[in-house]
Nanobody, 126 residues
């Protein structure tokens, strides 16, 4: 059974940092494009970052570029999202998701992502 589990969320003050983890079971993360998404109350889910399986290229939404970094530990079958310089507008539930293996390329839209984790809450507040 394919499963994604996120962890690492929490409450942090503006300017603080968090590292989110996404661990897979039932498949190999490195073989599939992986994306990080977030959804704030009353808003649509938006793409934050993603990594392609074809060459490991990473992409970021303009709103997080320079502050968030996505990485992968193949030995642990885990991807990470390092969140730095957090702002109140970063408050949301963060999800990781996987596209089918044949896709190879990631996208920052929700289209084409077949598997989602349950999400982890990130709250940025003083």
């Amino acid at each position: 059974q394919l499963q994604l589990v996120e962890s690492g969320g929490g409450l942090v003050q503006p300017g603080g940092s968090l590292r989110l983890s996404c661990t897979a079971s039932g498949f190999t993360l490195a073989d599939q494009p992986i994306g990080w998404f977030r959804q704030a109350p009353g808003k649509e889910r938006e793409g934050v970052s993603c990594v392609s399986s074809s060459d490991g290229s990473t992409y970021y939404a303009d709103s997080v570029k320079g502050r968030f970094t996505m990485s992968r530990d193949n030995a642990k079958n885990t991807v990470y999202l390092q969140l730095n310089s957090l702002k109140p507008e970063d408050t949301a539930v963060y999800y990781c998701a996987a596209r089918p293996r044949v896709a190879k390329l990631c996208v920052l839209s929700t289209n084409g992502y077949a598997y989602y984790g349950q999400g982890t809450q990130v709250t940025v507040s003083s």
